[in-house]
């Protein structure tokens, strides 16, 4: 049985994040109770439904660290999961006041009201096969899994995608969103990625066109871990990376192993071509 004490309260509703009366009662706290606290001051609704407690300062961590805590399973990858692990020099000011999460469920409406300035933008996640056996003794191991990041003054963990992962999301908005430009740059910079959890996501990504325009980027800036991955595993013949050809930037130059359209002047500078 729940008392509702202030100890409660504050182990409820830590200090920088939101709840929802939803996810209070969930927990075993009482309607009426939830409504005690909001009468007394001692919670205060950002939104309807959502609640705080007074002296919260919000910041766009302790709405994700909010939302992760209550069971939305979105979680901040691609540019913003790059800027946190030190990678903020690619990007715009503008990028770094979008913040981009992965997953599968939606994002609640109130989130777009909490933190002027700031905007969350919710992306698919990358397609995994789901063929995998959940008993290999190696599943729970696998790299695709995020990694964390402590916030605040209490730590609080959010769950963040490893650049690995990272990078392969960014790929996914490649045209429409993100310029070929920008993610060469971006892998540029990321000499010390793990080959073993690239080769590990590769095998398990179904996103055909982001494994070929990630090797393709890969190989034309010579980066260091490509040597240690199995090319012959991750190729057009071996059929890992689907077949036909694919049209990702219009009118550009077909690159002739990968079988993807980029720009002419970047395919220039791709598998040592002049």
Not at 113 to 127: A, V
Not at 189 to 198: A, R
Request: glycine share 8%; net charge neutral.
């Amino acid at each position: 049985m729940v008392h509702s004490s202030n100890h409660d309260l504050r182990s409820l509703v830590p200090y920088g994040l939101v709840v929802s009366r939803s996810w209070l009662i969930e927990k075993g706290i009482k309607r009426h109770q939830v409504d005690n606290w909001v009468k007394s001051g001692q919670l205060v609704a950002v939104a309807r439904g959502v609640f705080m407690r007074p002296e919260t300062e919000m910041t766009w961590q302790s709405v994700v660290c909010s939302l992760q805590r209550m069971g939305d399973l979105l979680t901040p990858g691609g540019l913003t999961a790059l800027t946190l692990q030190g990678m903020n020099h690619y990007l715009s000011s503008n990028d770094q006041n979008t913040i981009h999460l992965y997953g599968s469920n939606p994002l609640p409406e109130w989130t777009k009201k909490l933190i002027p300035g700031t905007t969350f933008i919710r992306h698919n996640e990358l397609d995994m096969n789901s063929g995998y056996d959940a008993s290999d003794p190696g599943f729970h191991l696998v790299p695709w899994a995020p990694h964390y990041w402590l916030y605040g003054s209490d730590k609080l963990r959010i769950d963040i995608s490893s650049p690995e992962l990272a990078i392969l999301e960014v790929l996914m908005d490649v045209p429409q969103h993100v310029s070929f430009e920008h993610a060469d740059q971006l892998l540029q910079g990321l000499p010390t990625l793990s080959p073993h959890k690239l080769s590990r996501l590769l095998e398990r990504c179904t996103n055909v066109k982001v494994k070929r325009l990630f090797l393709w980027l890969a190989e034309k800036n010579q980066s260091p871990w490509l040597k240690k991955i199995d090319l012959e595993k991750f190729s057009m013949k071996s059929g890992s990376l689907g077949s036909g050809k694919r049209v990702l930037a219009e009118g550009g130059s077909l690159d002739p192993k990968y079988l993807i359209t980029v720009p002419h002047d970047m395919q220039r500078n791709a598998h040592g071509q002049e």
